[in-house]
């Protein structure tokens, strides 16, 4: 007892000792469960686009990440944070933030993310218009990008460089990073920038008037659109509607024409209503081109129908403009009046709505200046809740601690007197198991002893009888003679099983099961009764799809050797025996189906037997033994009308026994 006091003692000092410790460690592993948490949620509503949502957790979420002194987790908020103050037009608070998720993943080293940001970055200094330091920053980044093989981020630094010079019109740096990811989309073989590169390089030729240096490159991006698995119609919308464009530039309007139509088969079969629109709109310029007022009218009627259909104000507003032209040009004032006014009517709605977008941003604004506010609040408040509870916590935990060791010292007690009792009562059950499965063994192994005792007697049977036959002839044919070799096969095959079966038992009725192919299995059985189905002229006909099942090869044998045996001895003369496989869910299925005298199921009455002799294997015995694989026997006869008996094993791809397993007692 003094020894227990001393052992308990000491329980209880390494538990203080090392509680705050674990208490540190626990509360660290939990504040990484929640930061990853909280950055899943937000990747989520940043894909939904819900960004008022994104700010509300990362605003949530930066204390913590900072408590936890999470270099990517900080860099991954701040990085949401500067995104989020960009689609407000908050630019320099986007800026602010990106820089600091730089910083932040440049510790973390997380390059993907970090190129990213950078990219970012750039794109906000040219949105400030603050062109030479988004020059600076893009030139940074693409450097970077192409250190990490940051593939992406190349592409996309590339095309913006493009555009701030186009924006700048420096003309000189346009073509050269136009031609750098030429060079680029080429060497990585993406077709998505080939396009989109050939289409720049076209409209560059073409700002400058060389409308016949532009048309090789538009042929190439077609060439690529065709190629695309993915928003084919509307890649090749875009290339061709610029290739009509560049032909009417150079008076070839009807290939113009070709290339639109073109364009609108392959609309109507994506079924791509805004780009139905926009074809129908090229083409209708095109014709009014050429002075076919009669069909640029009905080209541009389409357009418009096109146009409403897809709901799209930018589409209506393109494809106004246009039949407005068609009309007057056709003498239908009225008609160009009308859609004149619905036009005005529908950019008057537009810059209405333009103008509600920046009293919103404004009020934006103001309301996240007062979200701050009002976060840091709930912040502060938060961080004295944090820590009330942080104390409470550790005085429950010290009580559970406390309690749990009171309550193992009582248990162990107890369960010192309770282990004597319990050793005693599961040696009855083990002895009363034994018994059971001894006592089932036995009977099982009685049952196949009789089974195989037929099966070595219907061999002799046939022997004797061939040999009576050879006293009487002086010569045998040799098919008499492949016969009789069979039945001396069969003979051999049956007390090979029987010893292989036998030396098995020695520990009950061990299990083996393995992967047999069903194939094999019917060919070998069959093999045994080719004489006896000669003699009786039967047709027999297999049909088995390849399989591989789980079973113990040598019960199965013995189950699927008395059912073909059934099956022959109760067909008669000139019968037929069909034998298939099928698959059903995680089940193999072997059927074997007969034209014999099949029996009533009832038990009202039963099957005249034929001049054969044996009763062969009983259907309950082999449905016990189909059991013992995992499978199952299923008969279905009518009397007069044959017999059908499917056998079932598990797939091969699902083996629900281990390889040695010892059947149980019932």
Same mark, same amino acid.
């Given at each position: ?440 063994? %036995?009977? &099982?192994?009685?049952? =196949?002893?009789?089974?195989? *005792?037929?099966? @070595? /007697?219907?061999?002799?049977? $046939? !022997? ?32 090979? %099983?029987? &010893?292989?079966?036998? =030396?098995?038992?020695?520990? *009950?009725?061990? @299990? /083996?099961?393995?992967?047999? $192919? !069903? ?38 044998? =013995? ?108």
């Amino acid at each position: 007892m003094v020894r227990n006091s001393t052992l308990i003692g000491l329980l209880w000092l390494l538990v203080v000792c090392t509680y705050g410790q674990t208490a540190k460690t626990a509360s660290a592993q939990s504040d990484t469960t929640r930061l990853r948490l909280y950055c899943e949620k937000i990747d989520a509503l940043y894909q939904q686009d819900k960004v008022d949502s994104v700010y509300i957790l990362v605003q949530q979420a930066l204390p913590l990440a900072t408590k936890a002194k999470s270099s990517a987790y900080l860099g991954r908020l701040y990085n949401h944070l500067g995104l989020y103050y960009g689609s407000k037009r908050l630019l320099d608070k986007s800026i602010n933030a990106l820089q600091q998720s730089i910083v932040f993943l440049r510790q973390a080293k997380d390059m993907n993310r970090l190129g990213r940001c950078l990219y970012a970055l750039a794109i906000k200094y040219a949105a400030q218009s603050d062109y030479e330091q988004a020059i600076r920053q893009s030139l940074y980044t693409l450097s970077f990008a192409k250190n990490s093989n940051n593939n992406f981020v190349i592409g996309a630094t590339y095309t913006l460089l493009i555009e701030i010079y186009k924006t700048m019109k420096d003309i000189r740096f346009q073509q050269i990073y136009t031609d750098q990811l030429l060079h680029f989309a080429s060497q990585t073989g993406n077709n998505s920038i080939l396009v989109n590169v050939y289409m720049l390089k076209a409209s560059q030729y073409e700002e400058q008037k060389f409308y016949d240096k532009a048309w090789p490159y538009y042929e190439k991006a077609l060439k690529l659109a065709y190629a695309k698995s993915k928003n084919r119609a509307y890649y090749v919308t875009v290339v061709i509607t610029a290739m009509e464009n560049n032909l009417r530039h150079r008076n070839r309007f009807r290939e113009g024409a070709l290339l639109l139509k073109t364009a609108i088969r392959m609309n109507e079969e994506a079924g791509d209503i805004p780009g139905l629109a926009n074809v129908w709109n090229a083409l209708a310029q095109n014709y009014q081109s050429q002075g076919l007022d009669k069909h640029s009218l009905q080209a541009a009627t389409k357009a418009l129908a096109y146009a409403h259909q897809s709901t799209l104000p930018s589409i209506v507003m393109s494809v106004l403009p246009t039949i407005v032209a068609i009309q007057e040009a056709s003498g239908l004032y009225q008609e160009a009046l009308h859609n004149h006014q619905a036009y005005v009517v529908l950019k008057d709605s537009v810059f209405s709505q333009e103008k509600n977008e920046k009293i919103a941003q404004i009020q934006a604004r103001y309301e996240l200046d007062k979200k701050e506010n009002a976060i840091q609040l709930l912040n502060k408040n938060s961080q004295i809740q944090h820590l009330k509870a942080a104390q409470e916590k550790r005085q429950l935990v010290l009580g559970m601690f406390a309690l749990v060791l009171g309550l193992g010292i009582i248990s162990y007690f107890l369960r010192r007197s309770y282990l004597t009792q319990n050793v005693l009562i599961r040696q009855k059950q083990e002895i009363q198991t034994q018994a059971t499965q001894l006592e089932e063994a %036995n009977r &099982l192994k009685d049952k =196949l002893f009789s089974i195989l *005792g037929h099966d @070595l /007697r219907s061999p002799v049977a $046939s !022997l004797k009888f061939s040999f009576s036959r050879l006293k009487k002839s002086e010569r045998l044919s040799e098919d008499d003679f492949s016969g009789l070799e069979q039945k001396v096969d069969a003979l051999s095959h049956t007390l090979d %099983n029987l &010893l292989y079966w036998s =030396l098995q038992q020695q520990q *009950g009725l061990q @299990l /083996r099961p393995q992967l047999v $192919s !069903l194939g094999e299995l019917v060919e070998d059985t069959l093999a045994l009764f080719r004489e006896f189905i000669r003699q009786k002229q039967l047709r027999v006909t297999v049909d088995l799809s390849p399989a591989e099942v789980w079973m113990d090869e040598t019960l199965s044998l =013995l189950v699927l050797r008395n059912i073909l045996h059934n099956a022959i001895k109760f067909t008669p003369p000139g019968g037929a025996i069909h034998i298939d496989s099928f698959q059903a869910s995680a089940m193999t299925r072997l059927r074997i189906a007969d034209t014999g005298i099949g029996m009533d199921l009832t038990g009202s009455s039963k099957p005249e037997p034929s001049p054969e002799q044996g009763t062969g294997l009983g259907l309950a015995l082999s449905n016990e033994l189909m059991r013992y694989n995992k499978g199952e026997l299923k008969l279905e006869s009518h009397m007069g009308q044959g017999t059908t008996v499917t056998l079932s094993w598990p797939n091969g791809a699902n083996p629900p026994l281990s390889p040695t397993e010892t059947v149980e007692g019932h």
